[in-house]
């Protein structure tokens, strides 16, 4: 188990919405852009990394009560979207890592799978 804090300073992770706190723990991780999956299989408390960068990601992360998002290679969300996040209280963060590196790198801190 990882704190989200540490998770943001191991990877070098931007903050687009801080979310609920930062201290949150990390139990799991799923990487994954088909939302309806993630509903159906994302547990409490997992990190999600996905390129997907709508509203709808904030819904999906606000109802499983995830720890937080990551978007790969760069990819950002538009502002209105960050404010629905940060309202929700959903912790989004970018990487330049693609979503293969980010999968390893968080399962060699320890962050295991959702299964």
């Known amino acids: 188990m990882r704190k989200l804090e540490e998770l943001i300073n191991e990877l070098d992770l931007e903050v687009l919405s801080e979310g609920v ?7 799991s991780g799923c990487c994954c852009d088909l939302l309806s999956w993630v509903m159906a299989h994302g547990k409490r408390n997992a990190i999600w990394i996905t390129v997907q960068a709508h509203v709808n990601v904030v819904a ?9 998002v990551i978007l790969p290679s760069g990819v950002t969300m538009d502002e209105k979207t960050i404010e629905k996040a940060q309202e929700e209280g959903v912790t989004i ?4 890592m693609d979503a293969f590196q980010l999968s390893g790198m968080l399962y060699k801190l320890g962050v295991g799978s959702e299964r």
Request: proline letters at 0%; aromatic letters at 0%.
């Open 21 to 27: 706190s930062l201290d949150r723990e990390v139990l």
């Open 60 to 68: 999906v992360a606000s109802l499983l009560e995830l720890s937080g």
């Open 93 to 96: 963060l970018s990487s330049k």
